[in-house]
């Protein structure tokens, strides 16, 4: 079979692999499409710490499933499906808990394991999820990516009437407000430096934008809060030196999501949370988050169509790696094309 083979950081190319069989309790899918997303450029960058390679990457995906493994029901193949990354043990604490997500010994697809830019994988029967009749392959392969912003506004745990303030309108900021809109937050206000992206964070339902390359970020949400701040803070950029003013921006009793593994230190003032009782949480892949996102996508809450600024070949994805490379600007999700 064709695959996405990463060999080593910076050392990547399309070439012919051992096609999977299924060990017990996995099913092989027939991958149909697959996004490409920032943490396998990561990976491409020899950034991730917990990648060994070599690795077919790929964690956003979905197809349909050819063959099955021993204790399988053998009437799953040609169902259609789309894959949740999430490997976990189902037996230490946080398993134990409910959050598989932060699994102590979880294996990611795509990362840990062989994933999604190929023509065929094996994976856990568990982690594919069947999908609607309706539904079709290509919006599938981007639950995925829905289940992060699921999981983060999850963590925030949102009241009535919150605002959110989401920091970054790349692809995961963009769907952070298309799923804050699904869960029924109205008021959200999107801040980037690029402006394209802020007219696409308006297009998809942000109610206010702003440029943090021309208006002082802090002013502007104090404006437009009258001086309250923000209950809700996603942090999409991912750039610790941000936190301090995120603190600041936060309303009393707000609560702040973070989602980057940047491992750079970040100033933390212990008065600013304490004096407001504010809430930090970390957000982790996602935990069970995938029938959410697939009954908000059924009903037609979330528009997967409107994150893919490319479509591509397997065989042209070096082409589209350089593009993210030299040119992030210009792309939102650019989805793989397997079977093309």
């Not at 996602?286 to 490319?310: C, M, Q, T, W, Y």
Request: aromatic share 4%; charged share 20%.
């Amino acid at each position: 079979m064709q695959a996405f083979q990463v060999k080593a950081p910076h050392d990547f190319d399309v070439s012919e692999q051992p096609s999977p069989q299924p060990a017990a309790g996995e099913v092989v899918v027939d991958v149909a499409f697959a996004g490409i997303c920032g943490s396998d450029m990561h990976i491409i960058h020899g950034d991730n710490a917990f990648v060994r390679f070599p690795r077919i990457t790929g964690h956003e995906f979905a197809g349909v499933i050819s063959a099955v493994g021993e204790g399988v029901d053998a009437g799953r193949v040609g169902e259609r499906v789309c894959i949740d990354p999430v490997v976990n043990c189902g037996q230490c604490y946080p398993c134990r808990i409910g959050r598989p997500n932060v699994c102590s010994a979880m294996q990611v697809i795509g990362v840990h394991r062989h994933g999604g830019f190929a023509e065929q994988v094996s994976v856990p029967a568990a982690n594919a999820w069947r999908i609607p009749d309706t539904l079709d392959l290509d919006s599938a392969a981007l639950v995925e990516p829905y289940s992060i912003a699921a999981n983060v506004l999850a963590r925030m745990e949102p009241h009535a009437g919150d605002r959110l303030l989401v920091i970054g309108a790349g692809v995961i900021g963009l769907t952070i407000v298309q799923m804050a809109q699904a869960m029924g937050i109205e008021d959200i206000i999107v801040t980037d430096i690029i402006e394209e992206r802020l007219v696409t964070a308006l297009e998809l339902g942000a109610r206010h934008v702003i440029n943090g390359r021309e208006q002082d970020l802090e002013q502007a949400v104090q404006k437009l809060t009258e001086g309250e701040g923000v209950p809700l803070i996603a942090d999409a950029a991912c750039v610790p030196a941000m936190l301090p003013g995120m603190l600041r921006m936060a309303c009393p009793a707000g609560r702040i999501g973070l989602l980057g593994f940047n491992p750079t230190p970040s100033d933390l003032v212990q008065l600013e949370v304490i004096k407001k009782e504010l809430t930090l949480v970390g957000s982790r892949l996602n935990n069970r988050k995938f029938p959410e996102v697939l009954a908000h996508i059924e009903a037609g809450r979330l528009d997967p169509h409107a994150l893919v600024s490319h479509r591509v070949a397997l065989r042209d994805m070096p082409g589209a790696i350089h593009m993210l490379d030299t040119t992030p600007e210009k792309a939102r999700k650019v989805l793989v094309d397997i079977a093309s």
